[in-house]
Structures are given as C-alpha cells and as structure tokens.
C-alpha cells in the first residue's frame, strides 16, 4: 500500500467511527480504483453485505468498457439506485470511504440521488 492509499484508509477509519449503518439506514460505501467503480450496502449491526455492485456488471459494462470516468460512474449510480429499491433500500448513509467528494465520488452521489435514495 502506498502513502496515499495509507493516508485515505487512515481516513476512512476516522470517519467509519462516526457512521453505523442500521437495517432500516444501511452505510453505502463507495470504492474507486483507476478503472472501477464498486458500491456496496452494509448493515452494520449484523456485519452484513446487504447488497453491493460494481461497474463490472453487465448493464454498466455494455455501455462502457471502463468506469474509470464521469459518464460512466453517473450511469453506473442510476443502474446501482435501480437495483437497490428492487432490493427494498431507499435510505442510506453514504460512506465516501475517505475519498473527496470530486469527481466522479459525485457524479455517483448526484446519480443516486436522481434515481431516488436518500441520504
């Protein structure tokens, strides 16, 4: 792990103090490598993985071979926001994971919220 990878797990730690995800409010976390973008619902109560989808997934991945951009991470939150209220999860706690809230953390963020999850 390099510096800046060590820097932001550092970060998220800090942060996972203070959120805790219930069954009734789940904790989304956010994780965004060079190419991928990943979601996962976590009920913390139980330490389960509610739900969870990356743009590795067919419906993102037909449309772009790659979520390492903007476009692709605002389709991957619709399809990501889709399938989550198939699953019942419509209130969340979004866990950025350390990152900033830039880029393409809010292009997914906004695309969430669009496709109707709130937090």
Do not use: W
Request: hydrophobic share 35%; net charge positive; proline share 3%.
């Amino acid at each position: 792990m390099n510096k800046k990878e060590q820097l932001r797990y550092k970060r998220h730690t800090r942060i996972k103090m203070r959120m805790f995800g219930t069954p009734e409010k789940p904790r989304l976390v956010v994780h965004r490598s060079l190419k991928h973008i990943a979601g996962q619902v976590i009920d913390d109560t139980v330490k389960k993985t509610m739900f969870s989808l990356s743009t590795l997934d067919k419906e993102v991945r037909q449309q772009f071979p790659t979520g390492g951009n903007l476009k692709s991470a605002e389709v991957f939150g619709q399809v990501f926001a889709k399938k989550a209220k198939e699953k019942g999860i419509s209130k969340v706690i979004f866990d950025r994971a350390g990152y900033l809230y830039h880029g393409r953390i809010k292009a997914f963020a906004e695309a969430l919220r669009k496709g109707g999850m709130e937090f």
